[in-house]
């Protein structure tokens, strides 16, 4: 009875020193549910891809400067590295400039293609944001920011326009239109739920990787007879007491991005873009609470929501993805073409 009992105590102890050993060697310390990307892009790119396969002089374009009210000729790289460092913060990773620098350039060549000059005096393009892209000069960057923020910050703005030189995102070799905004809700929008017009590379797509966002989630607080004043200014037909708001104000639909689409206020309906508007809240992607005299809107993301997620390029490029894995999950069924 002694030997078979010193067997399998011998034989356990083996087991034991075996999967102990196994442990220490293929043991890995890093936190995989941390390190590894959870996003399904189907064309993603495995091993780096250098797009640079042409190599000519970047073109000179037609800029009608806003502030001084007349039209410039320069460089498009030079105006890229202006545009550039107004239109996303120059701490953000290299991968994510890159492909804001991208988006900038094919935005530049979908005015030229579409012969689109309303609004900036047959100029390619305007310095106005809310018309086109912003824009920065150098001088008024190194004015306003400092010598030192040149000497770090516009270095690396430029190097992400430089490392791109005449790349822009096609669909059906065509520059598309490549809508950006800064922090989506978890999820970007389709086109035609925020402007009517469905493009095929402009549609929902999930964007986990930002709620770090400084606008990710933000509240904005009304009382409830100024609600109702507003909302008059605009629907002089509204009809709806204070004492009613609660019962008969409520969202009716959402987009698959996850915004508002119709809400429902007593006897009209206003779209969550409309409302958006009239409150100026960050987006259309909100929620409503009621307290005894006020109405509380908590509102996700900043923005529009189609395209690109700025915040949401951060991201990913933390997560470790290239500029081209950024542009062609934003931008679905797109290619990156090296014009000069």
């Not at 806003?66 to 790289?77: G, L």
């Not at 100026?280 to 690109?308: C, D, P, Q, R, W």
């Not at 915040?311 to 062609?328: N, P, R, V």
């Amino acid at each position: 009875m002694k030997r078979p009992f010193i067997f399998i105590l011998l034989l356990s102890f083996s087991v034991v020193v075996v999967s102990v050993l196994s442990s220490l060697l293929f043991y890995d310390d890093s936190d995989s549910s941390n390190n590894t990307p959870i996003l399904n892009i189907k064309n993603k790119v495995i091993n780096e891809v250098n797009y640079d396969t042409v190599d000519l002089d970047a073109p000179t374009i037609s800029i009608y400067n806003v502030d001084e009210n007349k039209i410039e000729k320069m460089n498009m790289e030079e105006y890229l590295y202006g545009v550039l460092a107004s239109e996303m913060p120059s701490t953000f990773n290299e991968e994510a400039l890159k492909s804001q620098a991208i988006a900038a350039r094919t935005y530049v060549i979908y005015k030229k293609e579409n012969n689109i000059k309303s609004g900036h005096r047959n100029a390619v393009v305007c310095t106005n944001s809310a018309h086109c892209q912003a824009y920065t000069s150098y001088e008024k960057l190194k004015k306003t920011k400092g010598e030192d923020w040149i000497k770090t910050d516009y270095v690396k703005i430029k190097k992400a326009v430089d490392d791109t030189k005449g790349q822009i995102l096609t669909y059906d070799d065509k520059a598309i239109l490549p809508l950006y905004f800064s922090t989506s809700s978890g999820k970007t929008e389709n086109s035609k739920d925020v402007f009517s017009t469905q493009y095929p590379y402009l549609v929902s797509v999930d964007s986990p990787y930002e709620k770090k966002a400084p606008k990710y989630i933000t509240t904005y607080s009304i009382e409830k007879s100024k609600f109702i004043n507003y909302i008059k200014n605009v629907y002089p037909s509204l009809n709806i007491s204070l004492n009613e708001l609660d019962k008969k104000m409520y969202i009716k639909s959402r987009t698959e991005g996850g915004s508002v689409k119709t809400i429902k206020i007593g006897n009209i309906s206003i779209s969550g873009i409309n409302m958006r508007k009239i409150f100026n809240l960050n987006s259309a992607n909100f929620t409503i609470n009621y307290n005894k005299n006020e109405i509380k809107f908590t509102v996700k993301g900043y923005g529009h929501g189609v395209g690109m997620s700025q915040w949401g390029a951060e991201g990913m490029s933390q997560k470790g993805y290239k500029y081209y894995d950024i542009l062609f999950h934003y931008y679905k069924d797109t290619k990156i073409k090296d014009l000069y």
